[in-house]
Nanobody, 124 residues
Framework: QVQLVESGGGLVQAGGSLRLSCAAS????????MGWFRQAPGKEREFVAA????????YYLDSVKGRFTISRDNAKNTVYLQMNSLKPEDTAVYYC?????????????????WGQGTQVTVSS
C-alpha cells in the first residue's frame, strides 16, 4: 500500500523556521524521486522542491532557493524540507509526493503518489 505521511507544519512568525517530514512506505520510497508541493487558498498547487533517488540531485522553485533545503534519509524512508527565513507568502498546505525517475518534474500531474498535506502558516 502506497503511503506518504507528512508532519511538522504549524504556525510561525515571519523569519522563522520549520522542518517538514514525510515518511514513506519502503516500496514507495525506494527508487523514487521525492518532492514537495504547496497549495495556497484559491491558487493552484505548485512545485516547491524535489530530490532524486539515484544521485541526490535537488531542484527548487526560484522563490525558495537559498531558504529551503530538501533532503532524504534513505535508511528511514523519509524526506525532509527545512524551511528558513519564512515569509507570509509561504503560507499554504504543503504536500509530499513521489514519482519514479527524476525529480525535475514541476507539474503535479507527473507525480504518482501524494500525502494528505500539512498546513504551514507564516504570520507577518
Amino acid at each position: 500500500q502506497v503511503q506518504l505521511v507528512e508532519s511538522g507544519g504549524g504556525l510561525v512568525q515571519a523569519g522563522g523556521s520549520l522542518r517538514l517530514s514525510c515518511a514513506a512506505s519502503a516500496r514507495t520510497f525506494s527508487n523514487s524521486a521525492m518532492g514537495w508541493f504547496r497549495q495556497a487558498p484559491g491558487k493552484e498547487r505548485e512545485f516547491v522542491a524535489a530530490i532524486n533517488w539515484h544521485d541526490g540531485s535537488t531542484y527548487y522553485l526560484d522563490s525558495v532557493k537559498g531558504r529551503f533545503t530538501i533532503s532524504r534519509d534513505n535508511a528511514k524512508n523519509t524526506v525532509y524540507l527545512q524551511m528558513n527565513s519564512l515569509k507570509p507568502e509561504d503560507t499554504a498546505v504543503y504536500y509530499c509526493a513521489a514519482r519514479p525517475g527524476v525529480g525535475r518534474a514541476t507539474a503535479p500531474q507527473l507525480w504518482n503518489y501524494w500525502g494528505q498535506g500539512t498546513q504551514v502558516t507564516v504570520s507577518s
